[in-house]
């Protein structure tokens, strides 16, 4: 039994740890930024702008929502559908570390020790985090994946992987504690 639940834990791990990993190079994708700093800037300076042209003209007192000008509409979708900053930074290398943790799991589930417990838990947490740090950005152009689904999926099978690797170092108590 603690053979199948280490089959389903490696094969839990091997689907969560690559879409975590996975999802760092779909924010990237679907900002339009290729892993390049300074287009991230750029996209971020557009944003910028189009929020100090919106609230000039708040200031001024126009409601910006009844205005038929496409230029301050194509400003507003921009910052709609632009995520915080912190996400689109952050996201991606907190799924990363989550796949190098998880490994960690995968290799002391293997080797028996009680520390398993505490990694799964960590794991599961983690997954958590990344999934609600994942901006949900909408399809752009050349898109991939959206990076919200993706952590998504990768949470559930992260989950599926830590109940397992928990449910083996139990399972390797209740023979050690039979043939002792």
């Keep these: 039994m603690r053979a199948l639940t280490l089959i389903f834990m490696v094969l839990a791990f091997i689907v969560g740890g690559f879409l975590s990993v996975f999802q760092f190079k779909c924010i990237?994708?679907?900002m339009g930024t290729d892993g390049d700093p300074q287009k991230l800037d750029q996209v971020y300076t557009l944003v910028e702008n189009a929020q100090k042209e919106i609230d000039e003209l708040k200031k001024q007192g126009v409601d910006v929502t009844k205005i038929d000008d496409s230029q301050i509409q194509q400003s507003l979708d921009t910052i709609a559908k632009t995520p915080p900053r912190w996400?689109?930074?952050?996201a991606g290398k907190l799924g990363i570390l989550l796949a190098v943790l998880a490994f960690a799991m995968v290799?002391?589930?293997?080797?028996?020790?009680?520390?398993?417990?505490?990694?799964?838990?960590?794991?599961?947490?983690?997954?958590?985090?990344?999934?609600?740090?994942?901006p949900d950005i909408a399809a752009g152009k050349y898109s991939g994946a959206n990076p919200k689904t993706i952590a998504l999926i990768a949470f559930a099978a992260l989950a599926v992987s830590s109940a397992c690797a928990m449910m083996s170092y139990k399972l390797y108590l209740k023979k050690s504690k039979i043939t002792a």
Excluded at 87 to 90: A, F, G, I, L, Q
Excluded at 110 to 131: G, H, T
């Design 28 to 30: 990237e994708n679907r």
């Design 87 to 90: 996400k689109v930074e952050y």
């Design 107 to 134: 290799v002391v589930a293997f080797m028996k020790k009680e520390m398993v417990n505490k990694l799964a838990v960590a794991v599961i947490v983690l997954a958590l985090v990344v999934w609600f740090s994942a």
